[in-house]
């Protein structure tokens, strides 16, 4: 998403690439991330919490806030190996999503 790119970086060049690469290659992934979804439990929050923290970081560089590319970089692979290893540690059995 772009404002997932602009919380990495606000070179153009690197927006317009990474959003056309994206559309591109959109259909695959969504077939893929909806199998993970389905198999993976704590894939969808930990994804939403990686959303929440972008839309955070760029409000903060509104109000003159910097945080580091490499920070950014850390919490997002922690999150996405956090909520990939939470499924795998805490499965969930089907009659309780029903």
Known sequence: SVPAVFGVTTDPFIVFSSNIFAIL???SVYAVLAE???NLPYLQPAVAIILGFVGAKIGAE??????????SLAVIISLLAGGVGASYLFPQDD???S
């Open 25 to 27: 290659g959109l259909r």
């Open 36 to 38: 993970a979804i389905e």
């Open 62 to 71: 509104y109000f003159g806030f910097e945080i580091e590319n490499l920070v």
């Open 95 to 97: 009659e309780e999503e």
